[in-house]
């Protein structure tokens, strides 16, 4: 299993060569080579031009196409201010997740809460 930074940096390029992708940024443990076997990946894509609500709900798919996705789920509490999908990306480390959140400026408000299938599980994001 290749390593969290390699993971982080292998998302980060797939993602940068997207036209509508201003910029990928690695942040949290990764970035600050704080993590450690249980530690999740977090990037901040930026769409600055496009719509982030929509790329949003194609990340899933976008991700699919450079790792197998176990499974994902939209963090629903944080929504319409921020969009975050989360991704576990491996069958042998149920701790290899990945979070990305789609930014842009100005921040698009088009989709929300309902507009985004939600996994019946409560998210770990959630505000309860």
């Given amino acids: 299993m290749e390593s969290i930074i390699d993971t982080a940096n292998a998302i980060c390029a797939y993602f940068s060569a997207l036209p509508q992708v201003k910029?990928?940024?690695?942040?949290?443990?990764?970035?600050?080579s704080s993590y450690d076997a249980y530690s999740d990946i977090d990037i901040a894509v930026d769409v600055s031009g496009?719509?982030?609500s929509i790329f949003a709900r194609s990340v899933p798919e976008m991700l699919g196409g450079l790792y197998p996705i176990i499974f994902f789920?939209?963090?629903?509490?944080?929504?319409?201010e921020s969009y975050v999908v989360s991704h576990a990306i491996s069958a042998e480390n149920p701790f290899r997740m990945v979070d990305i959140k789609c930014t842009a400026t100005p921040h698009f408000t088009t989709?929300?809460?309902a507009?985004?299938?939600?996994?019946?599980?409560?998210?770990?994001?959630?505000?309860?």
């Fill in 73 to 80: 789920d939209y963090a629903p509490s944080l929504m319409p």
């Fill in 111 to 113: 989709l929300s809460r």
């Fill in 23 to 32: 910029s990928c940024t690695i942040y949290g443990s990764a970035a600050s």
């Fill in 50 to 52: 496009s719509d982030n």
């Fill in 115 to 128: 507009d985004f299938p939600m996994n019946r599980v409560n998210h770990t994001l959630s505000k309860h």
